[in-house]
Nanobody, 115 residues
């Protein structure tokens, strides 16, 4: 069983930056995909960014050019650098890892953005 623990959430200002980190309890080298999702109150959970295997990262249109996902196989971490924060980006952010056929989720970290 893999545990994912997110950190780095908190409060940021519009236009500012936050960095989220997801630490896995075991090696992520063989994971099929890693990514970040978010869920705002009253809304469905949505994809923010992901990396499939060692492929090119993909991003939701709403964060392209502002967010960067990175994967460190040596540290077993998946980070999300969030720049140019917007108030509509406030949500609980979740780390997800897929090691087929199992899907792992972290407990989530809250991000608030003040205007």
């Amino acid at each position: 069983q893999v545990q994912l623990v997110e950190s780095g959430g908190g409060s940021g200002q519009a236009g500012g930056s936050l960095r989220l980190s997801c630490a896995a309890s075991s090696s992520i080298v063989s994971f099929n995909a890693v990514g970040w999702y978010r869920q705002a109150p009253g809304k469905q959970r949505e994809l923010v960014a992901r990396i499939i295997k060692v492929g090119v990262p993909s991003y939701a249109d709403s964060v392209k050019g502002r967010f960067t996902i990175s994967r460190d196989n040596a540290q077993n971490t998946v980070d999300l650098q969030m720049n140019s924060l917007k108030p509509e980006g406030a949500a609980v952010y979740y780390c997800r890892a897929v090691h087929f056929p199992t899907d792992y989720w972290g407990q989530g970290t809250q991000v608030t953005v003040s205007s």
